[in-house]
């Protein structure tokens, strides 16, 4: 049912994938009661994929609470079974500092995604081929943050570990990680090189068309703000019709909630933007 949920999610079929993952995590709460040994791993796992659910709805606190079960489960389980269950301990981390960043808690969101980052690592260096990929996205995710709390990202680190992890992968997941760096990049170059950050969306922009509708959906915010900062900054028709549709899409799934990081980033961007039925 947690298979056919992700199926259902990255089709962007929501609202099925939201009913299927509501009603594991029931299953798997019920279960875990009675055989923690055998089913916390399966609560876990579905806590994290019902966080993500809520969060597309823009139900951030209800996500956040979620994520903390589980981070909580896959803390004390990788503490018996490091070996096993670390990678998944730093996946909830991931998700944890996400949703203290869509609560506006940058710090934590720091401190959630640099535990992750140092797990990743030790992995990565273990077995790149199987944990390149984990590793070079909690890097990029650690930098937005640092961004976003006017810290400052250690960009030449980003370019290293890219050069270094980013052969690891197959072709079509180095066209997503490589889109996910250009936004950051293209975040962290703009207040001294806004050409830089134009060069970096514009490229961030062309591949999003190229990726399957799985990789898609998940660059879907970075696409997002992407499109608007072009919109504005280099007005075309294309650019203005991309980034229309793509907002009104994003505000909708999410009733006009949208996260902190998404407000801020288009703050930091200089960006202004109107949601649908209701000026900003």
Request: charged content about 20%.
């Given at each position: 049912m947690?298979?056919?949920?992700?199926y259902?999610?990255?089709l962007?079929h929501?609202?099925?994938?939201f009913q299927?993952?509501?009603?594991?995590l029931?299953?798997?709460q019920r279960?875990a009661?009675?055989?923690?040994?055998r089913?916390?791993?399966?609560y876990?796992?579905?806590?994290?994929?019902?966080?993500?659910d809520?969060?597309?709805?823009?139900?951030?606190?209800?996500?956040f609470?979620?994520?903390?079960?589980?981070?909580?489960?896959?803390?004390?389980?990788?503490a018996?079974?490091?070996?096993?269950?670390?990678?998944?301990?730093a996946?909830?981390?991931?998700?944890?500092?996400k949703?203290h960043?869509?609560?506006d808690?940058?710090?934590?969101?720091?401190?959630?995604?640099?535990?992750a980052?140092v797990?990743?690592?030790?992995?990565a260096?273990?077995?790149?081929k199987?944990?390149?990929?984990?590793?070079?996205?909690?890097?990029i995710?650690?930098?937005?943050?640092?961004?976003?709390?006017?810290?400052?990202?250690?960009?030449?680190?980003?370019v290293q570990?890219?050069?270094?992890y980013?052969?690891?992968?197959?072709?079509?997941?180095q066209s997503?990680?490589?889109s996910?760096?250009?936004?950051?990049a293209?975040?962290?170059?703009?207040?001294?090189?806004?050409?830089?950050?134009?060069?970096?969306?514009?490229?961030?922009t062309?591949?999003?068309?190229?990726?399957?509708l799985?990789?898609?959906?998940?660059?879907?915010?970075?696409?997002?703000?992407?499109?608007?900062?072009?919109?504005q900054?280099?007005p075309?028709?294309?650019?203005?019709?991309?980034?229309q549709?793509?907002?009104e899409?994003?505000?909708k799934?999410?009733?006009?909630?949208?996260?902190?990081y998404?407000?801020?980033t288009?703050?930091r961007l200089d960006?202004?933007?109107?949601?649908?039925?209701r000026?900003?």
């Amino acid at each position: 049912m947690i298979k056919l949920s992700i199926y259902l999610f990255n089709l962007s079929h929501y609202s099925e994938a939201f009913q299927h993952n509501h009603q594991s995590l029931r299953i798997y709460q019920r279960l875990a009661e009675i055989r923690p040994d055998r089913f916390d791993q399966n609560y876990a796992f579905s806590l994290n994929c019902f966080s993500r659910d809520l969060s597309t709805q823009g139900r951030y606190q209800e996500a956040f609470e979620h994520i903390q079960q589980a981070v909580a489960i896959y803390r004390r389980l990788s503490a018996s079974r490091p070996d096993r269950f670390e990678p998944d301990y730093a996946g909830a981390l991931n998700s944890q500092a996400k949703y203290h960043a869509s609560l506006d808690s940058l710090e934590q969101a720091i401190s959630s995604q640099a535990e992750a980052l140092v797990i990743y690592q030790r992995h990565a260096e273990k077995r790149p081929k199987v944990y390149a990929e984990d590793y070079l996205s909690s890097t990029i995710d650690h930098a937005y943050w640092q961004w976003l709390a006017r810290q400052t990202p250690d960009r030449e680190n980003l370019v290293q570990l890219e050069q270094l992890y980013l052969p690891q992968l197959q072709t079509h997941r180095q066209s997503f990680i490589t889109s996910r760096m250009a936004f950051v990049a293209g975040c962290i170059a703009y207040r001294n090189d806004s050409v830089s950050t134009q060069t970096c969306f514009e490229q961030l922009t062309a591949t999003y068309q190229t990726l399957p509708l799985a990789m898609q959906q998940a660059l879907q915010e970075t696409y997002l703000l992407a499109v608007i900062y072009l919109a504005q900054h280099n007005p075309t028709p294309n650019h203005e019709q991309a980034a229309q549709t793509a907002l009104e899409t994003y505000a909708k799934q999410r009733e006009n909630r949208l996260a902190f990081y998404i407000t801020e980033t288009l703050k930091r961007l200089d960006c202004k933007y109107e949601l649908p039925g209701r000026p900003e």
